[in-house]
């Protein structure tokens, strides 16, 4: 069933700051960034990392929907997925809001759609033109700024893309703080046991600082029972955190300049040093070299276009040696510990470890001797050893 925001009111009273989604009412496509290419110079002159698109049940769970807004003096800037209209073009945008639709604009020129996609009619494009340039497209430049509330239709909520043992789940990288909501949960990766093939997960609780790469355990197949609450709160950070998050998958701007940024158009998936969500031949949930977080995309790699694997937009991988194992289960830090107990020498009753090198999980040194260590797992003279 299509998504309406038949109960959502453009504007309150006149635009405020905060998370929004940009409709515009001509063609009643909502407003992506998919990139964080552009001309420094001219506000005009390459607008195609930002893309419009047809229909909100695409945007529900799509991090590039959602826009900061951001007042500086009278003007605004517009920010998503790590870029804006001030860091890509050195300028702020004049807004007009009548209380229900509004026009951005700088230097003459006004935010339009400017046509529709040869190759996809659900495609709009954008562009930054003159009024005289738009004859009769008045509407074009008029965009619906609706709030991003878990309260209203226009909400965020995540879409599971792998499910086992009757829980579902979904890997996320997103450029806000959110807070969770109906008994969603977030995961990351705080080690990796190469030797028996575990990563070792721990949730974190509370608001969820931005720019963390995650995964989600959601209560339910659909985004409208997975919602969280976006917020510009600092939030809390994931220490230690193995995972790796990914902005874009825009293979046609692969070829574009990102002006030093660290986040490139497409990222290639290498089955040697990464591992997305998904699941073991057991059905256990593991990360793996192939799944639904991999697409295949015809990219502009060292100056040559090829079909290359990579990682989904907004999505998280694991980071590996090149050693690892192809499949790593995944464990929390209580299984992981009943695991690894099974069979462990108890060190507290046995001296003759007491002076020697002694490892984490992780192949770190962290001591010589027992004394000195918290509770956990150890490798000491090539046998793993409980600290309890």
């Not at 047809?54 to 991090?63: E, H, Q, R, V, Y």
């Not at 639709?101 to 759609?113: I, M, V």
Request: glycine share 8%; hydrophobic share 35%.
């Amino acid at each position: 069933m299509a998504v309406t925001l038949s109960s959502v009111t453009a504007f309150a009273q006149s635009l405020t700051e905060g998370f929004f989604r940009v409709q515009n009412s001509g063609s009643g496509r909502y407003l992506y960034v998919r990139d964080c290419t552009g001309d420094v110079s001219t506000l005009g002159a390459d607008m195609g990392a930002i893309e419009l698109w047809s229909g909100l049940d695409n945007a529900i769970s799509d991090p590039s929907s959602v826009i900061l807004m951001i007042k500086s003096g009278t003007q605004w800037d517009m920010q998503s997925q790590a870029t804006g209209v001030n860091k890509l073009t050195g300028r702020l945008l004049n807004v007009s809001d009548d209380g229900e639709y509004c026009q951005l604009y700088n230097s003459g020129q006004y935010l339009y759609e400017v046509g529709v996609s040869d190759f996809n009619p659900d495609q709009g494009i954008l562009g930054a033109k003159t009024n005289k340039e738009m004859p009769g497209m008045t509407q074009y430049r008029l965009w619906k700024v609706y709030p991003v509330s878990s309260s209203s239709d226009n909400y965020f909520g995540f879409s599971p893309t792998v499910e086992t043992a009757g829980k579902k789940y979904a890997s996320f990288y997103a450029d806000f703080a959110y807070e969770p909501k109906d008994a969603v949960k977030t995961w990351y990766v705080k080690s990796v046991d190469k030797e028996n093939s575990i990563a070792v997960i721990a949730e974190i609780s509370g608001i969820v600082a931005k720019k963390q790469a995650v995964f989600v355990e959601c209560p339910a197949a659909s985004a409208s029972d997975n919602k969280i609450d976006l917020t510009t709160a600092n939030g809390n950070a994931a220490v230690g955190n193995k995972l790796t998050g990914v902005f874009f998958s825009n293979a046609d701007r692969s070829g574009k300049s990102h002006y030093g940024y660290d986040y490139p158009a497409v990222v290639v998936f290498d089955k040697t040093t990464m591992r997305v969500l998904g699941t073991d031949n057991e059905g256990n949930l593991a990360f793996v070299t192939s799944g639904s977080d991999v697409v295949k995309l015809n990219a502009k790699i060292n100056n040559k276009w090829q079909d290359v694997d990579c990682i989904l937009h907004n999505k998280a991988y694991l980071s590996v040696d090149a050693d690892c194992p192809e499949t790593l289960r995944v464990m929390d830090e209580a299984e992981y510990e009943e695991y690894i107990a099974s069979g462990i020498i108890d060190v507290k009753s046995n001296s003759s470890y007491t002076n020697n090198v002694i490892y984490d999980t992780c192949g770190r040194i962290v001591g010589s001797s027992k004394e000195s260590l918290t509770n956990g797992i150890y490798i000491i003279n090539g046998k793993k050893i409980m600290i309890k």
